[in-house]
């Protein structure tokens, strides 16, 4: 299994980021993907996730900003993040699985939000 996210960095408040995790060597198209995030020293956030019929779920904390999205052709799931804060600053992580029930989990890529 390997789950490989790209698409971190540094924004302004109010700003866009696209993440992408790039998911190989289980059945994605049948599986449920997640996304989650951590600070340093604090417990794993889960943030949304996505169904293998496309059903998303999200966190009351993103929900209205944030979209998951996921293309079963291209093995990829995205999460694509609007309107975002300082307290969205975080690694963010995707999983395999819903909510924190994951069975494996990506490298993880730093998102700060920084005027």
């Known amino acids: 299994v390997q789950l490989v996210e790209l698409g971190g960095g540094l924004v302004q408040p109010g700003g866009s980021l696209r993440l992408s995790c790039a998911a190989s060597g289980f059945p994605f198209s049948s599986s449920t993907m997640s996304w989650a995030r951590q600070a340093p020293g604090k417990g794993l956030e889960w943030v949304s996730g996505?169904?293998?019929?496309?059903?998303?779920f999200y966190a009351d904390s993103v929900k209205g900003r944030f979209t998951i999205s996921r293309d079963n052709a291209e093995n990829t799931v995205y999460l694509q993040m609007n309107s975002l804060k300082p307290e969205d600053t975080y690694v963010y992580y995707c999983?395999?699985?819903?909510?924190?029930?994951?069975?494996?989990w990506g490298q993880g890529t730093q998102v700060t939000v920084s005027s």
């Open positions: 999983a395999i699985g819903e909510r924190l029930c994951f069975t494996s």
């Open positions: 996505i169904y293998s019929d496309g059903s998303t």
